[in-house]
């Protein structure tokens, strides 16, 4: 009993685990949809800005396809903060910066 009852908590636990990687990811796509759209406002070659809005639309795509995953998994989209990509976001910005003044 104790073993069946065991691998039912690890069998919800790997669930667990799963949705709130999916939370972290799609917080982190939102987080690069809003980045991407300041990058490509900010850049200065025409084709460096092509490529933003190349990737935007990916992300799009991405954000979308991540809220059919939460759809299957049978809970709404919802995001949970990602330290790790708020942090590559914050450098991001101040490359922007720092390349705006020169
Ligand atoms: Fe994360």
Redesign the pocket.
């Known amino acids: 009993m104790a073993t069946k009852k065991e691998s039912q908590s690890k069998a919800k636990g790997l669930e667990d685990l799963f949705h709130d990687?999916l939370k972290?990811?799609y917080?982190?796509e939102r987080k690069i949809l809003a980045a991407l759209k300041k990058m490509a406002k900010g850049a200065e070659s025409d084709e460096l800005t092509a490529a933003f809005e190349k990737h935007r639309d990916e992300t799009e795509a991405q954000i979308e396809r991540l809220q059919q995953v939460f759809e299957i998994f049978g809970k709404r989209p919802q995001a949970?903060?990602?330290?790790?990509?708020d942090g590559i976001i914050e450098e991001g910005q101040e490359i922007l910066e720092e390349f705006k003044e020169a």
């Open positions: 990687g972290d990811v917080y982190a949970k903060t990602c330290p790790a990509i």
